[in-house]
């Protein structure tokens, strides 16, 4: 290996970290996200989903997929 393909130690290029102050915690982060992702219904939404549901026109499991829903958030 020639000098001049070797880098010199101790010297490193500053990266534009931020610093404590400006970070997140993941946490944070987290929740951040989940709060752009989780639906909230109203309550006359509940009601009508589960008047649906109870009329037996068509299966929860049918109701729930059109309306994005897990069958377990429909049951509780």
Known sequence: MSNSTK???GKRAASPTPTSAERKPALSIIKDIQRQT???????????????????????????????????????
Do not use: P, W
């Open 7 to 9: 880098t010199s130690k």
């Open 38 to 76: 989780r639906r909230q219904y109203t309550a006359e939404e509940k009601i009508r989903i589960v008047l649906e549901g109870l009329q037996g026109e068509q299966s929860v499991a049918e109701i729930c997929r059109r309306e994005g829903l897990n069958t377990n958030i429909y049951y509780r």
